[in-house]
Nanobody, 116 residues
């Protein structure tokens, strides 16, 4: 399975971006999908995720501003990010849980930079 993110960029505070993640290869037995981010000097954190039962979860810091969604074929995952803040600046990664309930497939990341 290969994941490829796109949609990152530089925006001003209050702006919006929409990240996309396209999966190719063997995508069956995917139990969860999610978006993570990592800022310089900080640990990677889960931003939003979709569980095997379709349940959606968000980090507290992005609730009400970010929306995760997927297409019907479940090969494309999106992250709509509104009202972006400088603290949202990070490398964003999409990930999948393949064959289990731990994230084990990762994309290469797309950079999001928010200026004040």
């Amino acid at each position: 399975v290969r994941l490829e993110e796109s949609g990152g960029g530089s925006v001003q505070s209050g702006g919006s971006l929409r990240l996309s993640c396209v999966a190719s290869g063997y995508t069956y037995s995917t139990y969860c999908r999610g978006w993570f981010r990592q800022a310089p000097g900080k640990e990677r954190e889960e931003v939003a995720g979709i569980g095997s039962d379709g349940d959606i979860s968000y980090a507290e810091s992005v609730k009400g501003r970010f929306t995760i969604s997927q297409d019907n074929s479940k090969t494309t995952l999106w992250l709509q990010m509104n009202d972006l803040k400088p603290e949202d600046t990070a490398m964003y990664y999409c990930a999948r849980c393949l064959g289990g309930y731990e994230y084990n497939i990762w994309g290469q990341g797309t950079q999001v930079t928010v200026s004040s």
